[in-house]
Each structure stands twice: as C-alpha cells, then as structure tokens.
C-alpha cells in the first residue's frame, strides 16, 4: 500500500461550522415555537436546521478514522491499537464534561428551585448508562441531550475495530464486503434508539469512501474513485427513497451530499488552511468535543436564567443569546484547555508513540 498523507486540514474548520450550527440550535430550543422580534428570528432560521450539525460530524468522523485506520494498517497495527486510542480520545474527556455539569447542575439547583438530589442521575442504572455510553440500552435518559450521538460515535468505533480485525486476522476483501454490504443495509433499519449505531453507519461510511476516494485517486486506481463517489451517491439515494416512501427520517442524503463536497475541497485544503480570517474557526473546530459536551449545561443555563428578565418578544433576546454562546465557547476553551488538550497529549504517549 503506497504511502499517502491522509490529513485533510480543513476538516477542522468544518467541525468549527458544525459546533457553532448546534450549539445555536440548542441556544434557541424552548422558543422555536413562539414569536420573537424578527432580527431574533432571521438568527432563529439559520439556527433551527442546526440540528444537521450533527450528521456533519458523522461524516467527518468516518474520513478521520479511516484515515486513522490506514495510518494503523502502516505500522502493523491491531483492532486493539485502535479502540485503546479510541477509548483515551472519546471516554476520559467525556467523564469530566460530565461530572462538571453535574457539579453545574448542584451550584444553579437552589436558583432553580429544584431539589439537590434531582442534579443528579436519577437510579443506578441511569448512572451505569450515561458513565459507559449504553443510555438506548438500559432505556434511561440522556444526562445532557448531546450525549446521545456521543453514544453512536463509540459504537461507530466497535464496529470499525471489528472489521479491523477481521481485516487482520481474515481477509481484507471480506473487511471492506462487510463494511459496505452494513453500509447498504443500515439504510433500511428501524428508528429504534437500541440500533442508532447501526442506523447512522451509512453516514460514517460516506466520510469513510471520501478518504477512499482521494486515497486511490492519490495511487492512479482512477475506476475504485470512481466506485467510490458512486456508492455515496447510491446511499444518498437510497436514503431519500426510504425518506419519501417509507417516512425513514434519516439524513443520509444530506450526509452524502457533504461528503462530496469535502471531496471536491480537497484541492484547496492547503489554500483555505492557509487563510489567516479563517483561523479562528479552526480552532473551534480544534476545541469542538468539549464545546459540544458543555454548550448546553453551560450557555443553556445563561439564556433560560435570562429569559425570566428580558421579554421574549424584545431585541434584546439576541443579545441574550449571543451571551449565552459566548459563555459556552469560553467554558468550553477554558475546559479544552485544562482537560481535553492534555488528556489527547497523555493518550499520544500511551498509544500512538509506543
């Protein structure tokens, strides 16, 4: 396999676009259903479709471990490599988000006038779902309502490592079979929240066959590009037909259609990275795992605490909200900082330099 530089820079300044788009989408989350000023409401309508953010991620995290696979796949890497580094990047960044809203949630409890026991989970086994991930599982709420894709996210990864494994220890034909023949099928399953890492995998497989795409576009292999831009497109299709005949409800198309737009980026990665005004969405984008672990319990609370003062019919209610994601991204800096940014350093010389 020829060597190939997978880094896409950019992918960074789209996870920026992403956690921005959502975390305004939550900012305005108990008033799309009620008349504001219309400056507030312009900003409403870029907010509202926010909720796609999410499904940018999806496809953005399908190109990253893909690439993160074939970077493994160089150096002889196993299936075990990659959940370890895995697990160190997704779950202690995670646990610390989540005891610091629970420390939010008691310190604002008596402003609320909510009782100190509800800060927290509210049983045992909501406890167990919401530390390890298995909410959907265990049939219990969500601590924060992000944490649901976080979810889809760490079984993305269990099936990655799974057809790592087979790669490795049966065939790489009947790795990649099996990837997209799930890719194929995930279109047609069911809402239930239990099979969301399945419903959603059509989603990280477009992110994936973008770096399929370029990679063999890199080695000359022109015919598997081309395969590879046509089975995205087919599972954009396929979702839309599911959408429209079968009320699927699923953004594989919109998915698809991003991933072909990362790919025909891809020639100007280097120019827009090199873009001075651009920087500062990189960096959210750098940042975007813990903005999009606290932009909720931390500019949430800043906008609910001040809408009992300014009506919700004034101008003012954007300022409020502008406050309030100013809050989170500056919560969410200050946390990136002390925590995730030495928390991936830590992993780095755990995993990858070892």
């Known amino acids: 396999m020829p060597s190939w530089n997978p880094q896409y820079k950019t992918l960074d300044h789209w996870r920026g676009v992403a956690a921005l788009w959502v975390m305004i989408f939550h900012g305005f989350g108990t008033v799309y259903n009620k008349p504001l000023h219309p400056l507030v409401e312009l900003v409403k309508s870029v907010a509202a479709p926010g909720w796609l953010a999410v499904h940018l991620f999806f496809v953005i995290s399908g190109y990253c471990i893909a690439a993160n696979v074939y970077k493994l796949i160089l150096k002889q890497g196993s299936s075990w490599d990659f959940l370890k580094n895995r697990f160190w990047r997704l779950m202690p960044t995670y646990w610390l988000a989540f005891i610091v809203t629970i420390i939010l949630n008691l310190v604002s409890s008596p402003f609320n006038k909510t009782n100190l026991w509800e800060s927290f989970p509210s049983s045992l086994q909501s406890w167990v779902g919401n530390l390890f991930l298995i909410q959907p599982y265990l049939d219990v709420p969500f601590y924060v309502v992000v944490y649901w894709s976080v979810v889809i996210e760490l079984g993305f990864y269990l099936i990655i490592a799974s057809l790592l494994a087979i790669r490795n220890k049966i065939n790489q034909n009947l790795a990649l079979f099996i990837a997209l023949s799930l890719g194929l099928v995930s279109v047609f399953i069911s809402n239930d929240p239990r099979l969301g890492l399945f419903r959603n995998y059509g989603e990280f497989l477009c992110g994936s066959l973008v770096f399929m795409a370029l990679l063999t576009n890199a080695q000359g292999r022109i015919d598997q590009r081309n395969l590879c831009l046509i089975l995205i497109l087919v599972l954009g299709c396929l979702g839309q037909y599911m959408n429209v005949v079968h009320n699927q409800q699923n953004q594989l198309l919109f998915s698809s259609i991003f991933a072909m737009i990362i790919y025909f980026l891809y020639k100007l990665d280097k ?33 609910n605490l001040g809408s009992r003062f300014v009506p919700i019919e004034s101008p003012m209610m954007l300022i409020l909200q502008m406050l309030g994601w100013l809050v989170a991204i500056s919560i969410s800096f200050i946390f990136y900082q002390l925590v995730e940014k030495p928390l991936n350093g830590w992993r780095h010389q755990i995993t990858v330099n070892k």
């Open 271 to 303: 120019y827009i990275d090199s873009l001075d005004f651009m920087k500062w969405l990189k960096f959210i984008g750098i940042m975007s795992y813990s903005l999009y672990l606290l932009h909720v319990p931390f500019g949430g609370r800043v906008i």
